[in-house]
Nanobody, 114 residues
Framework: QVQLVESGGGLVQPGGSLRLSCLAI???????MGWYRQAPGKERELVAR???????TYGDDVKGRFTISRSDDKKWVYLQMKSAIPEDTDVYYC?????????WGQGTQVTVSS
């Protein structure tokens, strides 16, 4: 069982930066973790994923603007958002893949607006 606790969402101006954090609470920390986002009426889409420490994948819409990273103990996964645009407005979910199962955080709202 993996519990994911997110923090860091909020309001950011266009062109601004925001950092999301996710804490994994589990006896064994998943090697694969990531961030997804979902707008009302749309499917959840991949924002960024990290396997281990260095294998990173980004969604096409955020490449070059967002960076995923994790702490040395792997418990924390971060999403650094830069050059935010209104289209980044969504609920962001932390994800962990563990023993073939997907686990999700409760979601944190990110709103990009002036």
């Amino acid at each position: 069982q993996v519990q994911l606790v997110e923090s860091g969402g909020g309001l950011v101006q266009p062109g601004g930066s925001l950092r999301l954090s996710c804490l994994a609470i589990s006896s064994i920390i998943p090697n694969t973790m990531g961030w997804y986002r979902q707008a009302p009426g749309k499917e959840r889409e991949l924002v960024a994923r990290i396997i281990g420490y260095g294998d990173k994948t980004y969604g096409d819409d955020v490449k070059g603007r967002f960076t995923i990273s994790r702490s040395d103990d792997k418990k924390w996964v971060y999403l650094q958002m830069k050059s935010a645009i209104p289209e980044d407005t969504d609920v962001y979910y932390c994800n962990a893949l563990f023993v073939g199962n997907n686990y999700w955080g409760q979601g944190t709202q990110v709103t990009v607006s002036s």
